[in-house]
């Protein structure tokens, strides 16, 4: 959906390195997710974010810290990747009082990340 | 927040109907059932919702028994570009919880 924005799309890093990804959004959604997949495993939630104050621990948040900078942008960082956070990432949007269905979420086109 | 059980994956052969089950045997009186189609290296988009008997929309048929414990998700005449993995969800409405996806049914079509 291109109201969900992620970049980069693609990212090689190193193990220990500082690694940001960023979630724009133009739906106008107050609550924002980060999950990662692996493959075989599904999605798995990182972190949710219900409004700019808030701020939820999903399934695995070990590793991983979170910014809400705006209703807008929630952006996901790994403080010091290792070689087994390397995944598929994927932010998304909902909004609770959804036409399309109750808290129907929009997801972005993943980033896709490599620690080596 | 209501446990989803659907099986791990599904073959069938294009022009069938196809119908995938979930179970939420502790599914609370507010929750919604919903469902998400996801393409390979794509986010999973929405398909359907529902709460109770059966929905349809122009893509699929939700069908959901009165005790709302399981649901079947029915694609009918399926072609090769309805493989993709399908989830099962349930969704609260009346409370802030989380959302947890699981792993999905992966559906093969063949030809």
């Known amino acids: 959906d291109a109201d969900v924005t992620q970049t980069p799309r693609n990212r090689i890093t190193k193990t220990g390195k500082r690694i940001m990804l960023e979630c724009s959004q133009t739906?106008?959604?107050?609550?924002m997710y980060w999950y990662r997949q692996d493959p075989g495993l599904g999605l798995r939630l990182i972190y949710y974010?219900?409004?700019?104050?808030?701020?939820n621990k999903g399934e695995i948040s070990d590793g991983y810290s979170v910014s809400r900078q705006a209703q807008a942008k929630f952006s996901l960082s790994l403080e010091s990747a290792i070689p087994n956070q390397t995944a598929l990432y994927f932010c998304?949007?909902?909004?609770?009082?959804?036409?399309?269905?109750?808290?129907?979420?929009?997801f972005g086109p993943g980033t896709r990340l490599t620690v080596l | 927040l209501a446990k989803t059980t659907q099986p791990i994956s599904m073959d069938s052969y294009e022009g069938q109907e196809v119908n995938i089950t979930c179970s939420h045997n502790?599914?609370?009186?507010?929750?919604?059932i919903t469902w998400y189609q996801q393409f390979p290296s794509q986010g999973p988009r929405f398909i359907i919702q529902?709460?109770?008997t059966k929905v349809t929309n122009e893509v699929a048929s939700l069908f959901i028994p009165a005790d709302r414990k399981s649901s079947t998700l029915s694609l009918p005449r399926v072609s090769l570009s309805d493989t993709a993995v399908y989830y099962c969800?349930?969704?609260?409405?009346?409370?802030?919880?989380?959302?947890?996806f699981g792993k999905g049914t992966r559906l093969h079509i063949l030809p």
């Open positions: 998304a949007t909902s909004d609770p009082l959804s036409l399309a269905g109750s808290d129907t979420q929009y």
């Open positions: 739906k106008g959604h107050d609550r």
């Open positions: 974010s219900f409004d700019v104050k808030d701020i």
């Open positions: 502790n599914i609370a009186t507010n929750d919604y």
């Open positions: 529902g709460y109770k």
């Open positions: 969800l349930v969704v609260p409405v009346d409370r802030d919880d989380k959302i947890i």
